[in-house]
C-alpha cells in the first residue's frame, strides 16, 4: 500500500512559480513511476508530467513544456513538480500518483495509476 500527499499548492500571479511536493510512504517508492495531474472545475483529470523509476526519463504535457519540471528523490521518497511562468488556465486540483507498472506505455491516463494523493489547489491569477 502507498499513500501519497501533496502540498505546495496556493494561490499566485500569472508569471509567478509554485512548487508541489507530494510526499509517498511505503518501502517500494523507487519502483513506482511517479506522476502528477490535474483537475479544472467541469474539466476531466488530465495528465500533467510523469517520471521514471530512476528520475532519467520525463513526459509532460505539451502545454506545459518548458515551464514544468518534474523530479524525484528516492532516498526521501518525495516527487516534485516545479511550475513557473503560470497560467490562469493552469489553475486546477494537482493530484500525485503512483504507477507500479513503471510503464511508458501505461502511464498517460488517470487509470494507469493505481494510487492517489487527496490533490492541493493551485490558483493563478491573471
Known amino acids: 500500500q502507498v499513500q501519497l500527499v501533496e502540498s505546495g499548492g496556493g494561490l499566485v500571479q500569472a508569471g509567478g512559480s509554485l512548487r508541489l511536493s507530494c510526499a509517498s510512504s511505503?518501502?517500494?517508492?523507487?519502483?513506482?513511476?511517479m506522476g502528477w495531474f490535474r483537475q479544472a472545475p467541469g474539466k476531466e483529470r488530465e495528465f500533467v508530467a510523469a517520471?521514471?523509476?530512476?528520475?532519467?526519463?520525463?513526459q509532460y504535457l505539451d502545454s506545459v513544456k518548458g515551464r514544468f519540471s518534474i523530479s524525484r528523490d528516492n532516498a526521501k521518497n518525495m516527487v516534485y513538480l516545479q511550475m513557473n511562468s503560470l497560467k490562469p488556465e493552469d489553475t486546477a486540483v494537482y493530484y500525485c500518483?503512483?504507477?507500479?507498472?513503471?510503464?511508458?506505455?501505461?502511464?498517460?491516463?488517470?487509470?494507469?495509476?493505481?494510487?492517489w494523493g487527496q490533490g492541493t489547489q493551485v490558483t493563478v491569477s491573471s
Open positions: 511505503g518501502r517500494t517508492f523507487s519502483r513506482y513511476l
Open positions: 500518483a503512483a504507477n507500479p507498472s513503471g510503464s511508458w506505455s501505461r502511464a498517460f491516463k488517470s487509470n494507469d495509476y493505481d494510487y
Open positions: 517520471i521514471s523509476w530512476v528520475g532519467t526519463s520525463t
